[in-house]
């Protein structure tokens, strides 16, 4: 299986800052990469795929770059709805991989 | 607009078989090229995928559960379905039904997922 690595995981920040996640893979997955928001008691909202592709209706100050076995998940100015956990996935294998998750907290 | 919702027993013996269905409304289950997977998360852990269905029948499993699990469909009722057997305390989670785009395993609707408890 493919292993997804994500840094840090956890970290605190203040509305209107600038933050970046990070996720490895184990081996190259092209950009078969997608990003998910998880709210406390709620369901992954999809936010990016592809790396870089924005899910329709997600904010513009959510970004993603990224391809090969290195990626990131980039919050240009914080909202106080941002703060949340956010998971990257892999779909390059069939057998579908998640992060272990980064939990966004407020300062 | 899409919707999901999972149904099924809160509460599972140990040993025994964990079932799950998930209705899916505003769309037919048959339409576009979609799969419909199933997704748990221990509480307080991370989300691990468990396997998907097309409604052809056509089914893929995580290895690590394979042996256990079955996912089944019925377009008639616009459903699909979880079968995990000889559950344990490990089982513990919140599971969760996800369509699953064609091409791209990506989820873009989920259900707002379900607790099930493993415990006598």
């Known amino acids: 299986a493919i292993r997804m690595t994500q840094s840090p995981s956890s970290f605190s920040a203040s509305t209107g800052d600038r933050v970046t996640i990070t996720c490895r893979a184990s081996q190259g997955i092209s950009s078969y990469l997608a990003w998910y928001q998880q709210k406390p008691g709620k369901a992954p909202k999809l936010l990016i795929y592809?790396?870089?592709t924005l899910q329709s209706g997600v904010p513009s100050r959510f970004s993603g770059s990224g391809s090969g076995t290195d990626f990131t998940l980039t919050i240009s100015c914080l909202q106080s709805e941002d703060f949340a956990t956010y998971y990257c996935q892999q779909y390059y294998s069939y057998l579908i991989t998640f992060g272990q998750g980064t939990r966004l907290e407020i300062k | 607009q899409v919707q999901l919702q999972e149904s099924g027993p809160g509460l599972v013996k140990p040993s025994q078989t964990l079932s799950l269905t998930c209705t899916v409304s505003?769309?037919?289950?048959?339409?576009?090229?979609?799969?419909w997977s199933w997704i748990r998360q221990p509480a307080g852990k991370g989300l691990e995928w468990i396997g998907r269905i097309y409604t052809s029948g056509s089914t893929n499993y995580n290895p690590s559960l394979k042996s256990r699990v079955t996912i089944s469909v019925d377009t008639s009722k616009n459903q699909f379905s979880l079968k995990l057997s000889s559950v344990t305390a490990a089982d513990t989670a919140v599971y969760y039904c996800?369509?699953?785009?064609?091409?791209?395993?990506?989820?873009?609707?989920w259900g707002q997922g379900t607790l099930v408890t493993v415990s006598s």
């Open positions: 505003g769309g037919s289950i048959s339409s576009g090229s979609y799969y």
């Open positions: 592809a790396a870089s």
């Open positions: 996800a369509r699953d785009r064609p091409v791209a395993s990506i989820f873009d609707y």
